[in-house]
């Protein structure tokens, strides 16, 4: 809808209307050619005024129709019809204006800008491009380098660059409404044609080719493999060497190669699951609509490690007050040292005042915290130390207060058994670095109850952090199927692959790091201390077990090895990788010879492993995990595995997710890779299907969306 209204002063208001973001769906669009061609037409109107209700301009072209037959008037004679209209249109960009709505304000004649704002040319999120104009009258408005960085990132560009970069003509703290109002008065009668972006040339550095291959280098390092953004600078060398018919034309062509891709579906598909996974429910019944979250007014973090550091910064990032709690002095002092730092650098890179920031301060006194109604336990991952602060936690906080452990894989319930009251206990498993990274696991025990997990899910929002309700095992649901995934990479090395030739092909898939360079950069001593826990080596080892097997199933002793040759990563220089260059991964010789030595010392005949056979053996076995995970309703369903998996695993967007991906190659061709790779390697269980994956295949592969449904008739642990 687009509600038409005339004011004093000529001038007409069109408001679109389209909650909660005023997309232009098919009725948005059919309702702005008819009202703008009213005001074009009344005589009595000098001037027009474009907005949108709610305090949003407009969120782009309506994403839900893509999915559907196009229907309605295209956008781009729209826009064209504004931009020649003789009587000025002025745009008032309040709250947003992405996508296809930022391409509308561009084809107004004026733009003006509430200093809240936010405007952008998103459609590279979500696999496409700027298809209606973005693309050529951008880099005529601003200029070719700046432009080409807005489209090919698709990023959210506040009002105040936006005014310095000349995308907005005006930016007001107060009723940027009223501001456009009395602008529009003083520019009716004037001619237009010098605000016609169409007419305009694009500014461009004499040698563009660099410019435009110096993008592509990036475009390549930021996401291998994702064909939007490189057909986005396609799009901008049109802008910049053809008129702007011709660039137009170009621009349409790159989107309807775009608009059927299976990256804009996959693309699509993370930002829809993203929102939907807000939307958690237990097969109690309990759910984000009928549970009501409890305040949080002050949270403390319990242990100033690489993660409780990072979770205190978020916390005070959302301007929630932090008491900062470690056992010894010396810990404290380098622990304040440190957040105080990462504070301030943030609150410069975000511009946030000193104000916003909820304070922190440091204790060595639990007692302190008994006016605290949330604490997040961020200390070593040893289950006895974690049962001991949840006992004390008891004894010291109020009897409603929330207890939280960031544990990355141990049993919830078993903690929880250490509190005076398990079902306030509830996991908050963050990822490093944790004020960065989006993903928050919120786990539940079998007796978490229904209010913590609405609170902790609040929280994830307040944080700005992407919540997703999982269930209580193991490694919960990411570490869980990162495992078989590891595993995989381990027996490829045993068999004949080398490190880089593996990172090289998950890399190729469009992971930005591949495996081995991913453990020496989090360090081999995070997931040797994990086996250790689980007595698959060291000291709980029982004396006398094989070296490559555990319990009667396949084992790699490889990464103990290095472990215990002093090999931990980047931080010891030698990983799986050299690191002569800090942090520039090297094939290391000595690994090759140490390779073939193993080899010879178990009896591996080495052979040369194929690019396929790399992808499909870390790749499938992750995902056959995951169809476990939903068989035994640790996840609510394949879209939230996903999510965790694009937003805390670094799974390319433009893949889905690991459970959509299976979904694109062909669930039959999975299955079929997996009996094959479990019949050569039957000492590996968890290669063998699950009988979810055989389920789905045997009713005919249906669409990822239909799984859940299915699904809900197993049992689920949430
Ligand atoms: C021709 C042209 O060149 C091309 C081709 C295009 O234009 S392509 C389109 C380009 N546009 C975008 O990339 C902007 C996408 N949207 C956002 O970035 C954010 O939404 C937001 C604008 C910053 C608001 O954030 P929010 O946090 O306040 O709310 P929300 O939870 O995100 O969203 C609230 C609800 O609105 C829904 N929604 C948001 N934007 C939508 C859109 N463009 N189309 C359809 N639905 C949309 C969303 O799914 C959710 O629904 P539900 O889950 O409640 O059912």
Redesign the pocket.
Known sequence: MALYRRIPGAIAVITLTNP??N??SCTVREAIYETVKRATADQEVKAIVLCGANG?FC??????EFSREMRGPP?VPMIDMIEESEKPVVAVIEG?A????L?LALGCHYRIAHSGAQVG???V??G?????G?TQRLPRLIGVPAALDIITT?RHVSAQEAVRLGIVDKVTDSSAMEEAIEFAKTVAGEPMGPRRLSLWTAACPEDLDSLLEGALVRIRQRSRGALAPVACVQAVRAAASLPFAQGMKKEQEL?AYLFTSGQARAMQYC??TQ??AA?WTTPSGASWENTKARPVRQAAVIGLGTMGKGIAVSLSRAGIPVIAVETEQKRLKAGRKAVNSMLTRESQKRGLAEAHLGSISFTLDLRKLRDTDLVIEAVFEDMALKKQIFSKLSSVCRPDALLCTNTSGLNIDEIASAASRPELVVGTHFFAPAHVMKLLEVVCGPRTSPVAVATAMQLAKRLEKIGVVVGNCSGFVGNRMMRPYTEQAYYLLEEGARPEEVDLVLEEFGFAMGIFRVMDLSGLDVGWRSRKELGLTGPKLPPGTEARSRGGKRYSPLPDILCESGRLGQKTGRGWYLYEKERVATPDPWLQSFLEDYRSRFGIQSRRVGQDEILERCLYSLINEGFRILQEGIAASPEDIDVIYVSGYGWPRHRGGPMFYAWMVGLPKVLDKLEHYHRTHPDIPNLAPSSMLRKLVARGSPPVHQWRALIQQHSSQL
């Open positions: 909660p973001v997309a232009l949003k969120g782009g072209a309506d994403i839900k956008l947003v992405f996508g296809g709505g391409e040319l998103t459609e999120t979500l496409l491009l700027p298809a209606a973005g698709g989107m930002f829809f929102r939907a939307r």
